[in-house]
């Protein structure tokens, strides 16, 4: 077991430079399958949640070298076998395989996704989109058998806008017959970044990052060469770490305007923040006012930053809210700001936290990959000794977490015990 020590109270000044998304990568690699030649993606970060999707293509017997950032993958092998449970519990992003295989090979045999304990987090969406374009669906206890004679074009509503079912039923969408319409589509950043890949590759996708996205299907997928956008949660995080402790932080590679309603909060908070063309600059001030969030889908506040953020809200002055509105279960990092010291009170979605309070560093827990990124800024903020477990979470999605807080004056270290 990994455990991640931290002696807090020390300023943070130098530059961060931020990796390639999480959350375009873990979609990119499934859809690499698609391609019928060679698909290259560099600025992949190193995360676990890598490792966990090369492993998956390893076991489909794809080709896949890995240099430096980069990843060559090659289908040209591949075998259309049952991605096992043990494979597919490592990570939520697993069950875009059910959309690339679909899409691939009419059909896909894969058992329920894992990842973070944040909410129910079903997939009726996604299977319900696969159905629309002319698939069965058959569900023996976790496993699931999606198959089709043939996909075909079809107009699909979304009832919510699901980032995940957005991503899925395009990857089963680009190689149908005829022309399929997601409505109330999701429109994060990381949806375009997968649909400039496709589009690459020579799909036909109109409409990524608007509601409505357009797919005209085509046959054959061919070579491509890709770069994932920056990780505009990891940015975002660290842009928090520097409201706390920076003196100045410089978040570098960072398309500010993916953070832009996470800024607008800092501002109104009162962080000093200077923002370039690819980087965030970030002075830690002594006083922040009290600001209300309520999380939202993109443009909105992400859910994402919501945990980290919350951290900011312990050290402004006066009565701060937090409110939740896309996961059920995504305050279970406050219990452990309690414990570090934070005033917060939890009534059904919404978090009231009374500041300023002083942190101390104390044992908490990374109860899932946000919750433990609220937890490495708290411990930071903390005077003391923080030590969080349950790491590998903060390890999925944090790109050389140590390293990069090293080398800006953090004293902190990843132990295994
Ligand atoms: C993605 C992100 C995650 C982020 C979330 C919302 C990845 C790998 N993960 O998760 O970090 O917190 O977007 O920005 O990209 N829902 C259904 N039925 C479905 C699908 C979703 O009811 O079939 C609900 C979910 O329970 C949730 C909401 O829709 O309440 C949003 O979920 P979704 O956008 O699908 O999140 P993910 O793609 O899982």
Not at 51 to 73: F, G, M, N, P, Y
Not at 236 to 252: N, Q, S
Request: hydrophobic fraction near 40%.
């Amino acid at each position: 077991m990994k455990i991640m020590e931290i002696e807090g109270g020390k300023d943070l000044s130098g530059t961060i430079r931020i990796s390639g998304a999480k959350n375009a990568t873990v979609a990119l690699i499934p859809a690499a399958i698609l391609t019928d030649e060679e698909a290259t993606i560099c600025n992949i970060p190193e995360i676990t949640d890598t490792e966990a999707l090369c492993d998956i293509l390893k076991e489909l017997k794809v080709d896949v070298k890995r240099a430096s950032e980069s990843i060559i993958v090659n289908p040209k092998n591949m075998e259309n076998i049952e991605i096992a449970e043990k494979f597919s519990k490592k990570l939520r992003a697993s069950y875009y395989f059910m959309g690339a295989l679909l899409g691939k090979y009419k059909k896909a045999v894969m058992y329920f996704p894992g990842g973070c304990s944040i909410g129910a987090r079903p997939i009726d969406l996604h299977l319900k989109g696969f159905e629309a374009l002319g698939a069965t669906v058959q569900n023996e206890g976790n496993k699931y058998i999606v198959e089709a004679e043939s996909l075909h074009g079809a107009n699909i509503y979304l009832d919510i806008a699901s980032v995940g079912a957005t991503i899925n039923i395009m990857l089963a969408a680009v190689k149908a017959e005829g022309k399929t319409v997601i409505d109330n589509a999701a429109k994060e950043p990381e949806i375009v970044n997968i649909a400039t890949f496709l589009n690459n590759m020579g799909a036909k996708i109109v409409g990524a990052g608007t509601s409505t996205i357009k797919i005209e299907g085509v046959k054959h997928l061919g070579k491509c060469f890709h770069e994932v956008i920056p990780d505009r949660i990891e940015a975002g995080t660290y842009v928090i770490i520097g409201a706390l402790c920076g003196t100045p932080l410089k978040i570098d590679n960072v398309i500010p305007e993916h953070i832009d309603s996470l800024l607008s909060k800092l501002e109104e908070a009162g962080v000093s923040l200077e923002v370039g063309a690819d980087y965030v600059l970030v002075q830690k001030q002594d006083k922040y006012k009290a600001v209300n969030i309520k999380t939202a889908v993109y443009p909105g506040f992400a859910t994402d930053l919501q945990q980290p953020f919350t951290v900011l809200q312990t050290q402004s002055t006066g009565k701060s809210k937090t409110t939740e509105t896309i996961w059920e279960n995504r305050f279970m990092h406050i219990p452990y700001l309690k414990d570090l010291g934070a005033n917060i009170s939890v009534k059904n979605q919404t978090a009231t936290i009374i500041g300023p309070t002083k942190l101390k560093g104390c044992e908490v827990v990374a109860t899932d990959l946000r919750a433990g990124a609220a937890m490495v800024a708290a411990g930071l903020k903390a005077e003391g000794k923080t030590t969080i477990t349950n790491v590998e979470h903060i390890l999925r999605g944090y790109e050389q977490i140590v390293e990069k807080l090293t080398a800006v004056g953090a004293k902190i270290t990843i132990k295994e015990i």
